[in-house]
């Protein structure tokens, strides 16, 4: 049996394919670009690097999460919290955080989202930096490609070369745009969107 190490990076090709086509999937000079690429379990036992958090212990940089929970239990309130915290470099509560700046998407309750908002300036008497926390207040639709692009668009337009490093998406249904919110075919797509319209450009944790 090859080794299929050697299969992936350009030694002994055990695919069979013809010479030309394996010469226009892998330009000279470069390691062999495998159609279906099989590693060997040495690829997979080198050390492993360090979790890199956002916010400790719960949120690693340029990942991709969801909080979740039953209706009526904080969850907005949680992530506008830890939002604030991310572009302020407060600790969540004991948990240390990386300061990074942040766009909350505000699909739905913008009343109710501006008294959070004032109520925790009041109580923690700190006021968010402009320059390092923004909103946007319509539903971004990331089920149709079109208007993905546009948020996509926007966000560079806003941030220009300093992007957020956190993207909060609030809330999955208002988003999610005109789809079945109970389909697997849209729960995926939307987690497709979320890497290739803002994790992947943004080098962004988004939640």
Same mark, same amino acid.
Request: hydrophobic letters at 35%; charged letters at 20%; glycine letters at 8%.
């Given at each position: 049996?090859?080794?299929?190490?050697?299969?992936?990076?350009?030694?002994?090709?055990?695919?069979?394919?013809?010479?030309?086509?394996?010469?226009?999937?892998?330009?000279?000079?470069?390691?062999?670009?495998?159609?279906?690429?099989?590693?060997?379990?040495?690829?997979?036992?080198?050390?492993? @690097?360090?979790?890199?958090?956002? #916010?400790?212990?719960?949120?690693?940089?340029? =990942?991709? %999460? *969801?909080?979740?929970?039953?209706?009526?239990?904080?969850?907005?309130?949680?992530?506008?919290?830890?939002?604030?915290?991310?572009?302020?470099?407060?600790?969540?509560?004991?948990? @240390?955080?990386?300061?990074?700046? #942040?766009?909350?998407?505000?699909?739905?309750? =913008?009343? %109710? *989202?501006?008294?959070?908002?004032?109520?925790?300036?009041?109580?923690?008497?700190?006021?968010?930096?402009?320059?390092?926390?923004?909103?946007?207040?319509?539903?971004?639709?990331?089920?149709?490609?079109?208007?993905?692009?546009?948020?996509?668009?926007?966000?560079?337009?806003?941030?220009?070369?300093?992007?957020?490093?956190?993207?909060?998406?609030?809330?999955?249904?208002?988003?999610?745009?005109?789809?079945?919110?109970?389909?697997?075919?849209?729960?995926?797509?939307?987690?497709?969107?979320?890497?290739?319209?803002?994790?992947?450009?943004?080098?962004?944790?988004?939640?």
């Amino acid at each position: 049996m090859t080794d299929t190490h050697d299969a992936v990076y350009g030694r002994p090709d055990p695919t069979g394919l013809p010479p030309h086509v394996q010469q226009a999937l892998n330009p000279p000079g470069k390691p062999t670009a495998h159609p279906f690429p099989i590693y060997g379990v040495s690829d997979f036992l080198a050390p492993l @690097k360090p979790f890199d958090w956002l #916010v400790g212990g719960l949120i690693e940089k340029e =990942q991709v %999460g *969801f909080l979740f929970g039953p209706p009526g239990s904080y969850k907005s309130l949680i992530a506008l919290d830890m939002a604030l915290r991310v572009s302020l470099g407060m600790d969540f509560y004991g948990r @240390k955080v990386h300061r990074q700046r #942040v766009l909350y998407m505000l699909g739905e309750g =913008q009343a %109710g *989202f501006q008294r959070r908002l004032q109520a925790w300036i009041a109580v923690h008497q700190m006021q968010p930096d402009p320059d390092w926390c923004a909103f946007s207040t319509m539903p971004a639709h990331f089920s149709d490609e079109l208007k993905a692009q546009a948020v996509e668009a926007s966000i560079n337009e806003y941030f220009g070369s300093e992007p957020p490093g956190l993207v909060v998406v609030d809330t999955y249904s208002r988003h999610r745009g005109a789809s079945d919110e109970n389909s697997n075919d849209s729960a995926s797509q939307f987690l497709t969107s979320m890497h290739e319209r803002l994790r992947i450009p943004f080098r962004c944790s988004v939640m």
